[in-house]
């Protein structure tokens, strides 16, 4: 897949209905990659997007692989008509969705009041991704994977935790949003089936808006799934001769502080695995556990030290932990 010679990692999916894919490497060679890509006439329009690993690779080698879905979703994705744009949101460029984010207020308080007209805000990602950073006005996922979300699937049964639960499909404005628009496209045919009329997704996702407007509307660092974890809008889009404010971005699982550094672990109870926020106190005192409860578990793996991450799962399955 790269041309030859370029140091070149990461992961390629694909099937009948797409690609997803992410790489990296030294910046000329990520470069003259993307621009191989593009002379295939199929890709010379693709939006490339690019983001520093300051500290070298973010995958750990390159991979190609037919996937039967390009993200993991319960039930999977052959029955959703992916390759009809109407049936998907309508795309909104960094611009305009800046724009949408400034008059919602306004939208808010009048227009509903005499049209009964509404502005929502959709995040459609994990709840980790949204304690990381996260749109104001943007209401938390309640899902830790994309899998299980259920936004507008409430039925006749009142779901408080559903933003969509109990709107007007006719006169609800919804906004949707993730890291690089991907899921937006395969959900909102999934809104459109189930009637919602007036979908709309930011072009490229929250990586290619920071990078275009910086962090305008925009609360804390961005998840990505790679072995950065997070990264802040200045990483996108540098302001020259201004120091960076300090920026809150997340809680802590355990304690619920409210810190600038925090760390992604993935739980080190084997049977556990969550992926969760910790400070550094509580990942010391918790011994790299999320909870209590996970720190008396019989199979516990070594704490890491800093950023370090763990193994894969399997590799720690069969074995003797301690």
Not at 191 to 213: D, H
Not at 270 to 290: F, H, K, P, V
């Amino acid at each position: 897949m790269s041309p030859q010679g370029r140091d070149i990692h990461g992961r390629i999916y694909l099937n009948e209905q797409g690609i997803n894919a992410q790489y990296s490497g030294p910046r000329k060679d990520a470069v003259a990659y993307a621009d191989w890509v593009k002379k295939d006439h199929r890709f010379c329009d693709m939006l490339v997007q690019t983001s520093p690993a300051l500290t070298g690779h973010a995958f750990p080698r390159l991979k190609l692989r037919y996937k039967p879905s390009l993200v993991q979703l319960e039930g999977g994705s052959w029955h959703l008509p992916l390759l009809d744009p109407s049936m998907r949101a309508t795309p909104l460029t960094p611009s305009m969705w800046k724009e949408r984010l400034e008059a919602k207020a306004c939208l808010d308080v009048s227009s509903s009041e005499t049209s009964g007209r509404r502005l929502l805000l959709l995040d459609v990602r994990n709840d980790y991704e949204w304690d990381v950073g996260h749109f104001e006005g943007a209401q938390r996922p309640n899902v830790d994977c994309f899998r299980s979300t259920s936004f507008g699937l409430s039925g006749e049964m009142e779901n408080p935790s559903d933003p969509l639960d109990g709107v007007d499909k006719e006169k609800t404005d919804i906004l949707m949003y993730c890291t690089g628009g991907i899921r937006c496209d395969v959900y909102s045919t999934i809104l459109r089936k189930k009637g919602f009329r007036n979908l709309y997704t930011l072009e490229g996702g929250v990586s290619n808006y920071l990078k275009a407007e910086g962090p305008a509307g925009w609360v804390g660092n961005l998840f990505v799934f790679d072995g950065r974890l997070s990264l802040p809008p200045a990483t996108f889009r540098p302001s020259e001769g201004e120091e960076e404010e300090e920026r809150w971005v997340g809680r802590c699982y355990a304690c619920g502080s409210e810190v600038v550094e925090l760390r992604h672990r993935n739980c080190a109870n084997i049977d556990c695995n969550r992926l969760y926020l910790s400070c550094g106190w509580c990942a010391a005192e918790l011994a790299g556990c999320c909870c209590s409860g996970c720190k008396a578990a019989p199979r516990l793996r070594p704490l890491l030290p800093g950023h370090q991450r763990y193994l894969k799962w399997h590799v720690y399955r069969d074995a003797d932990c301690c």
